[in-house]
């Protein structure tokens, strides 16, 4: 309900459908790298689970930060874009992998050379900004911004080592966003600690994802 009185049936809702999203399109997408681990390397269906989340986090990472502005500040603004931008590129080296029937993340990884390179670095600065402006905006636990700051490092540091290395990796990433869906599903973000103007002008407290976004752009 707005301060007019207005109610608005959509707030509740959204928010809800964005924290189910968030923990299931992460389990999905861990589920996605056990099942390559298990079978040592690329399946059609394999790569169909992994495209179907990887396709939904830019989405999810922005409904996120809308969730957290105006706390999040700029720099989580420009950390959920670039962040958001990695993976719609990764989302398009799984549909190269499907379309060219490419075996394994090595074989991909040579296929693309040094754009997966590129990506992969901007995927860890994207990413060490974003988790960096979760923990510094309370807005959701502290503890998800430093997993996902660790598992950014490590998904990259990993890259050249054994499997099972890479899949811990992936976990502490994919448990950090799951972490942020659970408190947002249960309520146990720390949301109370943005004044009601603040909410107001990120459109939670009357208008929606749409309007957060709008205030992000007014903002510049």
């Given at each position: 309900?707005?301060?007019?009185?207005?109610?608005?049936?959509d707030?509740?809702?959204?928010?809800?459908?964005?924290?189910?999203?968030?923990?299931?399109?992460?389990?999905?997408?861990?589920?996605?790298?056990?099942?390559?681990v298990?079978?040592?390397?690329?399946?059609?269906?394999?790569?169909?689970?992994?495209?179907?989340?990887?396709?939904?986090?830019?989405?999810?990472?922005?409904?996120?930060?809308?969730v957290q502005?105006?706390?999040?500040?700029?720099?989580?603004?420009?950390?959920?874009?670039?962040?958001?931008y990695?993976?719609?590129?990764?989302?398009?080296?799984?549909?190269?992998?499907?379309?060219?029937?490419?075996?394994?993340?090595?074989?991909?990884?040579?296929?693309?050379?040094?754009w997966?390179?590129?990506?992969?670095a901007?995927?860890?600065?994207f990413?060490?900004?974003?988790?960096?402006a979760?923990?510094?905006?309370?807005?959701?636990?502290?503890?998800t911004?430093?997993?996902?700051?660790?598992?950014?490092?490590?998904?990259?540091?990993?890259?050249?080592?054994?499997?099972?290395?890479?899949?811990?990796?992936?976990?502490?990433?994919?448990?950090?966003?799951?972490?942020?869906?659970?408190?947002?599903?249960?309520?146990?973000?720390?949301?109370?600690?943005?004044?009601?103007?603040?909410?107001?002008?990120?459109?939670?407290?009357?208008?929606?994802?749409?309007?957060?976004?709008?205030?992000?752009?007014?903002?510049?």
């Amino acid at each position: 309900m707005s301060a007019d009185g207005t109610s608005h049936p959509d707030l509740g809702r959204a928010p809800v459908g964005l924290a189910v999203a968030v923990v299931g399109f992460s389990v999905l997408y861990f589920v996605s790298d056990v099942v390559e681990v298990v079978q040592g390397g690329f399946s059609p269906a394999q790569l169909w689970l992994t495209y179907v989340a990887e396709a939904a986090i830019p989405f999810l990472v922005l409904g996120l930060c809308v969730v957290q502005w105006p706390r999040i500040g700029r720099v989580g603004v420009v950390g959920a874009l670039g962040y958001a931008y990695t993976f719609v590129f990764f989302t398009g080296t799984v549909l190269f992998a499907l379309v060219n029937d490419v075996g394994s993340w090595s074989a991909l990884a040579d296929e693309l050379g040094a754009w997966v390179a590129v990506h992969g670095a901007l995927m860890v600065i994207f990413g060490l900004a974003l988790g960096w402006a979760v923990r510094r905006a309370g807005v959701l636990p502290r503890w998800t911004g430093a997993m996902l700051m660790a598992g950014v490092v490590l998904v990259a540091v990993s890259s050249t080592m054994p499997e099972i290395v890479q899949l811990a990796a992936a976990g502490f990433r994919d448990l950090a966003f799951a972490g942020m869906g659970i408190a947002l599903l249960t309520g146990r973000a720390p949301t109370s600690s943005n004044t009601p103007e603040e909410l107001e002008e990120a459109g939670i407290g009357g208008g929606g994802l749409n309007r957060g976004l709008q205030g992000m752009s007014a903002r510049g």
